[in-house]
């Protein structure tokens, strides 16, 4: 199959990401014909400008097409629902606005859809030279086999690959199958992906088809960001029932098991603490053979500790609300829901 291609984008004040991003989109070596749809979502710093400058550039060449639309703030899902409702291509691919692509990005994607189509697929994310080192100690978090299991993009992920918003491909048919995403936010990235299997559609990982994600995060955010991320696994393990694994469970029993071992530890059996201390010696040596930078591998292992931290005590509240709670999701946590 030849599909053509439109790139949905969703911003929310974030008009310098808009800019990088499309700089990286009009330089690729791609040769046939896409568009870009940006999706402004309510921001009160606009990007308007922005994209229009590059539309002007755009006219010279029939190859590119810019589109930019404005629409109050719904969230993420919402918005990308919108720009792929309004999008002229057959196969829609979704990035987030902090993200930047090499210019054989679209080479790529259509060489594995050519050779294996399949109705959805995700690609990894990467860390530009460019990044910070705390982004690059956050990126190795998110993504080592050792941390996630790889389920991000890696090529050795542990069981079925779901793909995530930030790197997505859809195509209009599944899109409009399942009606797009859910006014959950984070996860309606893998509550799609088990509505697109439910409807007999197959997903894969291009590991060709890979981004430089920035995620523009101090400390701070990262450890609200994981949280959130820990809240919204057991909901979507109520409403996806077959697609709970026990493996969700780890940053909890690591974080609970940590706090035994430091216990034990005092109490004279010092075993299960030399464990976690071999567990981070991994941890940091995996960093460093992969960075290739001592501040990153030791920052490596803060920005683990949070991620598990985080998820993990966030995953058990969210556990026991969830399935002892006689609340919905939306009363029990509603900044997890935006409105439509």
């Not at 930047?100 to 990005?105: E, G, K, M, Q």
């Not at 959130?228 to 057991?234: D, H």
């Not at 005590?313 to 900044?335: A, G, H, M, T, W």
Request: proline share 6%; net charge positive; glycine share 6%.
């Amino acid at each position: 199959m030849n599909p053509s291609f439109s790139f949905i984008v969703p911003v929310y004040n974030r008009p310098e990401e808009v800019r990088e991003l499309l700089e990286s989109l009009v330089i690729q070596s791609y040769s046939k014909p896409f568009e870009i749809v940006i999706v402004e979502d309510g921001s009160t710093v606009s990007s308007e400008s922005i994209v229009r400058s590059f539309q002007e550039a755009s006219n010279a060449t029939s190859a590119i097409t810019i589109s930019y639309y404005l629409k109050k703030n719904t969230g993420p899902g919402d918005s990308r629902n919108y720009g792929m409702s309004m999008a002229k291509g057959d196969y829609f691919i979704i990035l987030d606005s902090d993200c930047i692509l090499p210019p054989n990005y679209l080479e790529e994607v259509e060489k594995s859809l050519s050779k294996d189509f399949v109705h959805c697929y995700g690609g990894p994310d990467a860390a530009h030279s460019s990044f910070s080192l705390i982004q690059k100690s956050i990126n190795y978090a998110m993504t080592s086999v050792l941390t996630t299991g790889g389920i991000r993009g890696n090529k050795k992920a542990v069981g079925k690959f779901q793909p995530r918003s930030f790197n997505m491909g859809i195509s209009k048919q599944a899109f409009e199958s399942t009606k797009g995403f859910g006014l959950i936010h984070p996860g309606e990235d893998p509550d799609l992906t088990f509505r697109i299997w439910q409807k007999g559609y197959s997903t894969k990982l291009i590991p060709e088809a890979y981004v430089f994600h920035k995620r523009r995060i101090d400390w701070n955010k990262f450890l609200k960001q994981v949280s959130k991320f820990g809240k919204v696994r057991p909901i979507l393990n109520k409403w996806h029932p077959g697609t709970a694994k026990i493996t969700y469970w780890f940053p909890t029993i690591f974080t609970l098991g940590l706090v035994v071992s430091l216990l034990l530890f005092v109490l004279g059996i010092p075993l299960p603490l030399y464990l976690y201390v071999l567990y981070y010696i991994l941890i940091f040596l995996d960093s460093l053979l992969k960075n290739r930078n001592l501040v990153i591998a030791l920052w490596s292992l803060l920005a683990v500790s949070i991620q598990f931290f985080g998820y993990g005590l966030s995953f058990l509240k969210s556990s026991i609300l969830v399935n002892f709670s006689n609340r919905k999701p939306e009363q029990l946590f509603p900044e997890l829901f935006f409105k439509p």
